[in-house]
């Protein structure tokens, strides 16, 4: 018998219309659904509003704790809007020197400048819209303010491994890295190591600076405190802690504080001019009867009391803050003065109690008014802000 070839046909039903309609409207609503249910996809619609950032990459693969194969960039745009800066007329105390060809920055020499350059290897650039720095493969880059946040990615373009880096509201980048990791780090904190990564002609760092969607040249004082993690003595965090994940310090203290152009007693009696200032900078006391001042003014002499009390907060407490915490302590010791580095409220902080040292702190609510200790309201409502910075 000779067989027969024969054939086995299985037709599916075609969908009707209403299933189609439900497919296509779930094609159009899953990708939103995805940003709102999954992390990853939401912290990215969280960059893009506000940071200005959109980066999409594959993860690394780390093998015993090495990164054995770096991320890789699908997409990265960084907005216009990506990086400001300190005020003009607003001292940190860190150098505005420009970074140039001839100085050592934290010991290293700088070996390109910022600008027109002859080009050091091929497909270098000979615009570079950076510095560079002679650092050898694995020299440490450290936050130096709390809330310094590090986003790590892959540069195909010649980069390499690139770490953004968002220091209060500046914004900069540290090209050709050895290693980087994500994160939001602390003063002293390592989020990343030079190398010889990417397109160059050795080891290095290739560090730049982005305000208002251009690159501008770096400046010596933020460098050389990434390079140590210890800014000089001297050094006044507070511009950069609005934007680095606590309360704009400055405006905290001003909105309790208020400003008063002419001398005036405070609650307890004690002369006091601007934002509750009672001694100028050169050490006198304010008096009453002396000369008015103006905002300006009074916004110098706070910027110099928000540096000293901040320095005396730093040395009391002797574990890491948060950029709430710093802003809790420095605001709670302008108002009370040094007395109250020794206060119990610290030393609870300082022993890991945060919910006893934030109801010790409630307890600075007194002013002796006509030789009489009484709560007085605006006290009050200062330490409870203060209590509940202390938490976060």
């Not at 309609?21 to 996809?41: D, F, S, T």
């Not at 054995?68 to 997409?75: D, H, R, Y």
């Not at 809790?328 to 009370?336: I, R």
């Not at 007194?366 to 200062?382: A, D, H, I, S, Y």
């Amino acid at each position: 018998m000779v067989s027969q070839p024969y054939s086995l046909t299985i037709q599916l039903p075609r969908p009707s219309d209403e299933v189609r309609g439900w497919l296509r409207a779930g094609l159009l609503i899953a990708p939103a659904i995805a940003a709102i249910v999954h992390p990853g996809l939401n912290q990215r619609a969280d960059d893009v509003l506000a940071k200005g950032e959109l980066h999409v990459a594959l993860p690394a693969v780390r093998l015993f704790g090495k990164q054995v194969i770096p991320s890789k960039t699908l997409f990265y745009q960084a907005s216009p809007l990506v990086g400001s800066s300190i005020p003009t007329g607003v001292s940190t105390g860190l150098s505005d020197e420009p970074v140039k060809v001839g100085m050592t920055v934290a010991g290293y020499p700088v070996t390109s400048n910022f600008g027109p350059r002859t080009a050091p290897c091929a497909g270098c650039s000979s615009d570079h819209k950076g510095v560079d720095l002679g650092t050898p493969t694995g020299t440490p880059l450290k936050a130096f303010v709390a809330g310094t946040k590090v986003s790590c990615w892959w540069d195909g373009g010649g980069g390499g491994q690139v770490a953004s880096i968002w220091i209060g509201p500046e914004f900069y980048q540290a090209l050709h890295l050895s290693s980087c990791r994500n994160g939001t780090y602390g003063p002293g904190e390592v989020y990343a190591r030079t190398g010889n990564t990417g397109r160059g002609n050795g080891a290095h760092l290739h560090w730049e600076q982005k305000i208002g969607g251009s690159k501008v040249q770096p400046k010596k004082g933020v460098l050389e405190a990434t390079l140590t993690g210890a800014p000089p003595a001297g050094f006044d965090p507070s511009p950069y802690l609005g934007n680095a994940g606590g309360k704009d310090l400055a405006q905290f203290v001003a909105n309790f504080e208020g400003f008063r152009e002419c001398p005036y007693l405070d609650p307890v009696g004690v002369a006091t001019i601007g934002y509750g200032t009672t001694r100028y900078p050169d050490g006198r006391a304010v008096k009453m009867g002396d000369p008015c001042i103006t905002e300006a003014q009074a916004a110098e002499y706070k910027q110099g009391d928000l540096a000293k009390f901040n320095a005396i907060a730093k040395g009391a407490i002797a574990r890491p803050m948060t950029p709430s915490q710093e802003t809790a302590w420095t605001s709670f010791l302008y108002n009370v003065g040094p007395a109250g580095a020794q206060s119990t409220a610290v030393q609870r902080f300082n022993a890991g109690d945060i919910e006893g040292a934030a109801e010790a702190l409630k307890q600075w609510d007194k002013g002796k008014v006509n030789g009489q200790m009484k709560t007085l309201p605006g006290l009050v409502n200062r330490r409870a802000e203060e209590a509940e910075l202390l938490k976060q």
